[in-house]
């Protein structure tokens, strides 16, 4: 028999040999699994993070500058200095730093000098830094300290321009108009970084309630949205997800990696010339004494006491964070705690406490909000 010859007998020989394999097998060996139901093995793969109190390796508490009006974005005269506010943010100084810092610049560049002075070297302080220098300014932080050792790096890291942003009811009707074209403006910049060493990526978000939740105006929440900016928030049936609870949703939201994201843009403002002066700033005179003219004040909490700003009250919120997981790279949350997921760790939180000053954690916070998700991924299908 030559080649030719074997190879034309020996193919269909072996398709009937697999046939007949096909035909002894079981029937459930020929069914696929359910893509949706079998949610580790379908399109929206949600694994499940480990959860116990031993791999509980921080506990932190931030202090959100909040002020009912709204973040202080006005300019005002000390002697012969100009104050540029942008300080107040509440829980929204993440998203919002890119957007209120543009506004500053405006501010700045209106009276015409390049040599300016920042205090604060939080987010919104280095934005606003990085945006003056894209100007032509040659900016100097006076700061107390730099990250991680500012509030900023106790942020969970989530797109969410009007967390905390202000009280409606205080709030004067203009300031929505200035929240969307800071909100517009910071989306867009945050865009430039998608793609760079995960400093921002997107992520699936997850809402999972017993009940459908009641949204109560002024407790927290986002009282302000743009439709469009973002991916809908979709209301998922029990085939698309693997959690017990009937009022499950998804949506795609950014996410900031937050230890990467400040030594980022700290180092790129350096490199552009940038000084960082470590020199708290305590009083009026503190200001007073600087050599320039123009001021930027980005202090968040600490201008409280130096501008005597009475609005201005912390919301202390605590994270606990957990032993990072490769495989876990969304955010859920749920009646009493949520979670997002970083590089540097799965952080665990809920609270905001108006009017704390208090940063000790609590570990009784961090055993509630463990032992509420601990249940609901125990309960989970799959």
Request: proline residues 6%; aromatic residues 10%; charged residues 25%.
């Amino acid at each position: 028999m030559n080649r030719r010859n074997f190879f034309e007998k020996a193919v269909p020989a072996s398709f009937a040999l697999g046939a007949i394999a096909s035909s002894c097998a079981p029937k459930t060996q020929l069914k696929y699994p359910d893509k949706h139901f079998y949610i580790g093995q379908g399109y929206h793969q949600i694994p499940k993070p480990r959860l116990s109190m031993d791999r509980i390796v921080k506990e932190t508490v931030g202090l959100r500058p909040f002020r009912a009006s709204g973040p202080r974005l006005d300019v005002e005269q000390l002697g012969n200095k100009t104050i540029v506010h942008n300080y107040g943010h509440g829980g929204s100084g993440w998203s919002l730093s890119w957007g209120t810092g543009n506004m500053a610049r405006n501010n700045v560049l209106k009276t015409g000098e390049k040599k300016i002075a920042l205090l604060g070297c939080g987010t919104v302080g280095i934005a606003t830094a990085r945006l003056l220098q894209e100007s032509g300014c040659e900016v100097t932080i006076y700061t107390k300290d730099v990250p991680p050792n500012v509030t900023s790096n106790l942020a969970t890291g989530t797109w969410s321009p009007a967390s905390r942003v202000c009280d409606k009811t205080v709030a004067k009707p203009e300031f929505q108009k200035i929240w969307e074209e800071a909100t517009r403006f910071s989306f867009r910049r945050f865009q430039f970084l998608l793609g760079m060493n995960d400093i921002a990526c997107w992520a699936e978000e997850y809402g999972v309630f017993k009940d459908a939740p009641v949204y109560i105006p002024g407790a927290g929440g986002e009282d302000f949205e743009i439709e469009g900016l973002l991916p809908e928030r979709v209301a998922l049936s029990p085939k698309e997800h693997p959690f017990r609870d009937a009022n499950v949703t998804r949506r795609t939201n950014m996410m900031f990696n937050i230890p990467t994201y400040l030594r980022h843009h700290l180092q790129d403002f350096t490199m552009f010339g940038g000084k960082v002066k470590i020199q708290e700033i305590k009083k009026l005179e503190d200001i007073d004494a600087l050599p320039e003219k123009v001021v930027v004040n980005c202090m968040g909490l600490g201008a409280k006491p130096v501008f005597n700003d009475q609005e201005l009250t912390p919301v202390s919120g605590q994270l606990s964070c957990l032993i990072p997981q490769s495989d876990i790279n969304y955010k859920l949350y749920t009646q009493g705690a949520n979670f997002i997921s970083r590089k540097d760790g799965i952080y665990i939180g809920s609270n905001g406490i108006v009017g704390n000053w208090d940063t000790t954690p609590s570990r009784e916070q961090t055993e509630k909000t463990v032992g509420i998700l601990m249940k609901l991924i125990e309960n989970m299908r799959g």
